[in-house]
């Protein structure tokens, strides 16, 4: 691992992003909403920038060449888990945290009926045929679309910083560094509510450390889909599918408790409860690539 060049990746990595977020986001005549979304889609991008920079600044090239082909002969497999994994673990974590707070799930989809309001729209369709539709987008074109995005974040995470840790550090070690950089790459927008809002008790540490849980679980699972093919693009797939899935369960919370004092805890898969189907199987490949590293 080169210290200087890394330290280098996180200056630019983290510089370019914050400066966004919070020099260039205020300055937007937009709603704080809209901002964050178009932002954050920017700052996306800015992982492999940095790794650009690096070349650039450095002299070195910078070889995405093969990484960025599909490699899909033979490794089906990866890309189906990176498509559909999200969705199973997602429902699993939301099944999890309404079965401990039973008083939140809110079968008549009050708060979506609420937004359909808002926006006036066609009486001829119920709340769940709506929540129907989003689910099936959410599952089938979404993680597609949104992979498109997701592969800036990719190629410089797991195309870059997590090969890097691992030429010093235990794969345990890697994705618990990896984890925590990457949570704290969020910080600026969960500070401004993205994520978990801003009445949590502990605002904002318990948001960043959340964060972290759950990069850490995402990480270790895009990087075993990376380490199986070679290819960047089953990490952005699943990222993708993650960033898709993860709102649904929050459709079937009542309005007066989404973004409350259990925010923390789910029903989205951020949520320290909700994310323990995805923190199982992370820990379940992390003890894989751990054996394998021994061989």
């Given at each position: 691992m080169?210290?200087?060049q890394f330290?280098?990746y996180?200056a630019l990595?983290?510089?370019?992003?914050?400066?966004?977020?919070i020099?260039?986001?205020?300055?937007?005549p937009?709603?704080?909403n809209?901002?964050?979304?178009?932002?954050?889609?920017?700052?996306?991008y800015f992982p492999?920038l940095?790794v650009?920079?690096?070349?650039?600044?450095l002299k070195?090239?910078?070889?995405?060449?093969?990484m960025?082909?599909?490699?899909?002969?033979?490794?089906?497999?990866y890309y189906?888990?990176a498509?559909f994994?999200?969705?199973?673990?997602?429902?699993?974590?939301g099944?999890?945290?309404?079965a401990?707070?039973?008083?939140?799930?809110?079968?008549?989809?009050t708060y979506?009926a609420?937004?359909m309001?808002?926006?006036?729209?066609?009486?001829g369709?119920?709340?769940l045929q709506?929540?129907?539709?989003?689910?099936?987008q959410?599952v089938t074109?979404?993680?597609?679309?949104?992979s498109?995005?997701a592969?800036?974040?990719?190629?410089?995470?797991?195309?870059?910083?997590?090969p890097e840790?691992?030429?010093?550090?235990t794969p345990?070690?890697?994705?618990l560094?990896?984890?925590?950089?990457w949570?704290?790459w969020?910080?600026p927008i969960?500070m401004?509510?993205h994520n978990y809002?801003?009445?949590?008790?502990?605002?904002?540490w318990?948001g960043?450390?959340?964060?972290?849980?759950?990069c850490?679980?995402?990480g270790?699972?895009?990087?075993?889909l990376?380490?199986?093919t070679?290819s960047?693009?089953?990490c952005?797939?699943l990222?993708g599918a993650?960033?898709?899935v993860?709102g649904?369960?929050?459709l079937?919370?009542?309005?007066a408790?989404?973004q409350?004092r259990?925010v923390?805890?789910?029903?989205?898969p951020?949520?320290?409860?909700?994310?323990?189907?995805?923190?199982?199987?992370?820990?379940?490949?992390l003890?894989?690539?751990?054996?394998?590293?021994?061989?």
């Open positions: 080169k210290r200087k330290l280098l996180l990595v983290f510089g370019l992003s914050w400066s966004l977020w020099v260039v986001l205020p300055l937007l937009l709603p704080l809209t901002g964050l979304q178009l932002t954050s889609a920017a700052a996306m492999a940095s650009l920079l690096i070349g650039l600044i070195r090239q910078t070889n995405w060449r093969d960025l082909k599909l490699h899909a002969r033979g490794n089906g497999i189906i888990i498509w994994l999200p969705a199973l673990v997602t429902v699993l974590g099944l999890i945290y309404f401990l707070f039973p008083g939140e799930f809110d079968p008549k989809l979506m609420s937004l309001a808002m926006q006036d729209m066609d009486a369709i119920t709340p709506l929540v129907l539709i989003q689910a099936a959410a074109i979404a993680p597609v679309i949104n498109l995005l592969v800036g974040e990719e190629l410089g995470w797991r195309g870059y910083m997590v840790l691992r030429k010093k550090f345990l070690q890697t994705h560094i990896a984890g925590l950089i949570g704290l969020h910080t969960n401004l509510g809002g801003l009445r949590y008790p502990g605002y904002p318990g960043i450390l959340a964060m972290s849980f759950f850490f679980s995402i270790v699972i895009a990087s075993r990376f380490e199986k070679g960047i693009w089953p952005a797939l990222h993650v960033n898709a993860s649904l369960p929050i079937f919370q009542k309005p408790v989404i409350g259990h923390l805890l789910g029903p989205s951020n949520g320290f409860l909700a994310g323990l189907p995805m923190l199982l199987l992370a820990l379940y490949y003890y894989l690539m751990t054996k394998e590293a021994k061989v």
